[in-house]
């Protein structure tokens, strides 16, 4: 039963005395008793929240022993029955839940597991513990048995005597959670949550941390609305059905309104108005049982509120659905879009997938193995974590943006809307004191992951109506004097396919004439510069056409200085450049003008227009050079599916020759001079 305790160990030990408890000791018991995994961590954080191991093991008697006398088994219904009718009352682990008996004007309870529908329990209990109402919680019970109303006609003999939710309530216990994670770095912290879940962190790639942290997000934002799609046996689940009280898991089937949302004959409120989270699992299969609930799901979803007969209902409900992928994810985009498992009246709703905050990508989570990905290291007690959890959703970390992150002009309203809620729930779980700073590092990549996960919803909307939404090229610019980013989803991403997001200043898709055996080739030309002077090549060994290359464009650069980059010196600037060919043809020869565009755009700090390749050759005088092979270079841009190829004016004639159907796959257009080129090929 001993183990090593590691960095994270000690350290969480220090920060969260009290509050921590092996997680390898929770499945263990998980498995053997009919209870979700919170109530046996809650059992285990009150009798083993240590790491002395002597400490552990007595806890453990005792834990073990509650769980064997208060869950019930199948088939041991009636001997607890019994032994409350002879000890007039028993003690029992069990979900609580309650209705109104309105023949008789109070309220009964329902424990499933000892099949009694009809338990008496005081009006005061249930005022206090509403969510009981619903599809109700587990609690620590005592069961009484009262044997003179037994002797009545229509009497009610068990009855609640005693309940106690299992779930942590402390006044501090959000600033005991603040207080802790000062100790750790980001890094740290965020290995320290996934293991708090009962994950382990070292198994996981940094996608796949940043899956789990998405998974996260619903608990601490209010009417945050998650998808995530994926292969099988990744844990999609897990998070909302096993670690916090406060999250509740819809399992296939149909979804009532009056269970959702709220019963218009009793006016009881439906699930998103008890709980923080709301989880479809295996969301292919749901289906509501009245054809206006997707409309009012899509409501509630935009606006946080909903309305049945005359009154309007808000509520802080987060709506998350998971599902299968069950296809590779690059055929799945050839076939269709990204958002096809969801029910049909759902999948081809733009509308629909506007009011998603952002899609998880499944697929970067991997399978999980036991042995490999679950820990057996401390993390967290997860009603402690559930609990905090549940106050930060009234925390509000938006303010961390202000000033510092501008975002881009492609983003929409809800864009905007939906980028701010994924930052906002993010930003909480790594940093939960309002006090505590963001540095600049862990907000731009917090931003990233934002902007990333809306604009994957965003694409498949692109997909599904092209013409209301071809602008998804999301950016950022972080502080007033940065440079613009555009972010990507990697699924669309290629390093050897011409995206249509504009490329990152310096950077240059080329094609150079190459070989009468190789034929032209595509290149990708990447410049960096700071203080220094003069230009290296980085690659080795350099190819002798590449360097005069090089050296053409470094000159034109030099002796057009104040035509192509103003008041620039590019002689106090040290260039660094490298070239990667896509293609057989290595040489690197005549891309001396697409060198020149990327040395200025690198100079101005000025993206490169997306989808668009450069071709030109330069001489040093400044002339552009006649390309020898137009229709052959239009043809491979087509092919790496270029949108846009600039070419110097003098190859338009040779186009006369390109193939009508070809004219019409990609847009071509001329520059008469080297300037001309720069100022064409980069974002104003």
Known sequence: MSMELDHLDRLGASAFDGYLVRKDLVRRYARQYPVPTYVVEFLLGRYCASVD??????GLDIVERQLKDRTVRTGTEELFKAQARDRGSVKIIDIVRSRLDAKNDCYVAELPSLALRDVRIDDQT???NERMLTDGFYAEVTLGYDAVIAQQQGGRPFGIEALRPIQMSKSDALDAFARGRRRFTTAEWLD??????GLEPAALTERAKRVMLLRMVPFVERNYNLVELGPRGTGKSHLFQQISPYAHLISGGKASVAKMFVNNSTGERGLVCRYDVVCFDEVAGISFDQKDGVNIMKGYMASGQFSRGKENIRADGALVMVGNLDVDVEQQQRVGHLLTPLPPEMRNDTAFMDRLHAYAPGWDFPKLNPSEHLTEHFGLVSDFLSECWNRLRTVNRTSALQGRVHLGGALSGRDIEAVTKTFNGVAKLLFPDPEMAIPD?????IVHLALESRRRVKEQQKRVFKSEFRNTHFSYTLGTEGVEQFVSTPELHSDEAIESDPLPPGQVWAVGGGTAETGPGLYRIEVTCGPGGGVKILNQPVPPAFRESVKVGEQNLYTRARELVGDRNPREEEFSVQIRAMDADKTGA??????????????????TRGGTIVVGALNLGGSVELVPNAVR???LAIDKQAQTLLMPVSA???LNDLPDELWTRISIEFYKDAADAVFKALVD
């Open 192 to 197: 320290f949550l996934i293991r708090s879940v």
């Open 441 to 445: 590092a862990d907000l731009e990549w």
């Open 126 to 128: 249930v005022q206090d």
């Open 53 to 58: 191991e002597a400490e552990i093991a007595e």
């Open 633 to 635: 270079i239009a043809e």
């Open 590 to 607: 005549g891309v001396a003008l697409p060198v020149l565009v990327a040395l200025c755009g690198a100079l101005l700090g000025k993206n």
């Open 652 to 654: 338009r004639r040779q």
